[in-house]
Nanobody
């Protein structure tokens, strides 16, 4: 079992930045990929980014490419989502997820964090 705990959400004005953290514990050796997803009210869960636990190329949704960046601190078993140039349409609950495959499909991830609210005001 892998447990994920997120932090770092909040309220920010458009154009601002936030950094989300996702701390993993438990069977972290089973993690090969980490994903970030978001879900706005009344909408389906949406892919944001996916990377390998060991680093390397990250996949980004077109809507966040050039603005969001992931990073990993393996010593702390923590992944980060740096969000810059935030827009009101980025408002959502953000989730991190751990799995075996680095994909855009949320069903490929077995473990999920509790979610953290990001609200971007115009």
């Amino acid at each position: 079992q892998v447990q994920l705990v997120e932090s770092g959400g909040g309220l920010v004005q458009a154009g601002g930045s936030l950094r989300l953290s996702c701390a993993a514990s438990g069977r972290t050796l089973s993690i090969n990929a980490m994903g970030w997803f978001r879900q706005a009210p009344g909408k389906e869960r949406e892919f944001v980014a996916a990377s390998r636990w060991s680093g390397g190329t990250t996949y980004y949704a077109d809507s966040v490419k050039g603005r969001f960046t992931t990073s990993t601190d393996n010593a702390k078993n923590t992944v980060y989502l740096q969000m810059n140039s935030l827009k009101p349409e980025d408002t959502a609950v953000y989730y991190c997820a751990a799995g075996w495959r680095r994909t855009t499909n949320p069903y490929d991830y077995a473990s999920w964090g509790q979610g953290t609210q990001v609200t971007v005001s115009s």
